[in-house]
């Protein structure tokens, strides 16, 4: 993955089953900013097993939270077969009004890549 050139954000992501993420958006419903999690799932448009076409965007991503406390109030079953439990995650729609009657409009997941942490964020973290 490559960050844009002028840029802090990841303008494509490829996200697969058991990927590790943390949450990007503020505290709400039970919702950390910054709470790990491991993706469990997809809802693609019309009920679709998978992308149809180039193009296609998710409707909701399904985690499992590292934290058991969080998204508790948030949690569905996402497969009646094994009853698993996991907190839908929707794309977030902003926009940006610009010049000469512009609009711009990005509906990303709320989900970083956790690759990685820091000295910082890993203080008090139990081994």
């Avoid at 439990?85 to 512009?102: C, D, M, N, W």
Wanted: glycine share 8%.
């Amino acid at each position: 993955m490559k960050k844009s050139q002028n840029r802090s954000y990841l303008p494509v992501i490829e996200i697969v089953l058991a990927y590790h993420v943390k949450l990007a958006i503020g505290a709400q419903e039970g919702l950390v900013n910054e709470a790990r999690a491991i993706i469990v799932g997809f809802s693609w448009p019309n009920g679709a097993d998978d992308q149809a076409k180039k193009g296609d965007l998710l409707q909701k991503v399904y985690v499992k939270f590292h934290d058991p406390h969080v998204g508790l109030v948030s949690r569905v079953t996402i497969d009646d077969s094994s009853e698993q439990e996991a907190v839908p995650i929707e794309p977030v729609t902003a926009k940006f009004y610009g010049k000469q009657g512009v609009t711009l409009q990005r509906s990303p997941l709320p989900l970083l890549p956790c690759w990685a942490a820091t000295i910082h964020k890993v203080q008090g973290l139990s081994l």
